[in-house]
T-cell receptor, first 117, second 110 residues
């Protein structure tokens, strides 16, 4: 089975711009979760999508949004970029059938490294 | 407010010895706990998990212990191998939240 893929792997943007990141889950998985990893805050949960609906949401401002398509691929969008948005953005896929976040085994992609200048 | 804490940023052990990684949590609503391993330039990889109804779960060389009264969990790796060198994250979930610790870097030397 192919793993979770994320594109692009690296991205450089300037403050005020917006960015869209893409995640393709493992075939058959219906849940995609997004995480932000920074040296200061560690790994933080952004949101989870299951069957095209946002099922769970972390504590991030509305500038961070996402969506999921019928083929389970997901995109994450960050608008009005700030310097503090520089981070590694990880997505993870799972079957999502257990319902509770994290109780299904999550498989992570390699991440997208976003740098905001 | 850090709800999941890994107080040791790093740990060094010799090959063949036991590695013990610790994690503390504050939220009593957490009922499922996980450990992930992360190599540089890769995403985290699930290692082992434990439900709050258990106090121990084993999978090969990896054992996770949960002490609910102390709100503490630990990951034991026996015997440690150089390939275990990585950053280890503990995580806790309360159904709709998933919170990670900041990680402990484990270095296993030959």
């Amino acid at each position: 089975k192919a793993g979770v893929t994320q594109t692009p792997r690296y991205l450089i943007k300037t403050r005020g711009q917006q960015v869209t990141l893409s995640c393709s889950p493992i075939s058959g998985h219906r849940s995609v979760s997004w995480y932000q990893q920074t040296p200061g805050q560690g790994l933080q949960f952004l949101f989870e999508y299951f069957s095209e609906t946002q099922r769970n949401k972390g504590n991030f401002p509305g500038r961070f949004s996402g969506r999921q398509f019928s083929n389970s691929r997901s995109e994450m969008n960050v608008s009005t970029l700030e310097l503090g948005d520089s981070a590694l953005y990880l997505c993870a896929s799972s079957s999502g059938l257990a319902g509770g976040l994290g109780t299904d085994t999550q498989y992570f992609g390699p991440g997208t490294r976003l740098t905001v200048l | 407010d850090q709800q999941v804490k890994q107080n040791s940023p790093s740990l060094s052990v010799q090959e063949g010895r036991i590695s013990i990684l610790n994690c503390d949590y504050t939220n009593s609503m957490f009922d499922y706990f996980l450990w992930y391993k992360k190599y540089p330039a890769e995403g985290p990889t699930f290692l082992i998990s434990i439900s709050s109804i258990k106090d121990k779960n084993e999978d090969g060389r990896f054992t996770v212990f949960l002490n609910k009264s102390a709100k503490h969990l630990s990951l034991h790796i026996v015997p440690s191998q150089p390939g275990d060198s990585a950053v280890y994250f503990c995580a806790a979930t309360g159904y709709s939240t998933l919170t990670f610790g900041k990680g402990t870097m484990l270095l296993v030397s030959p």
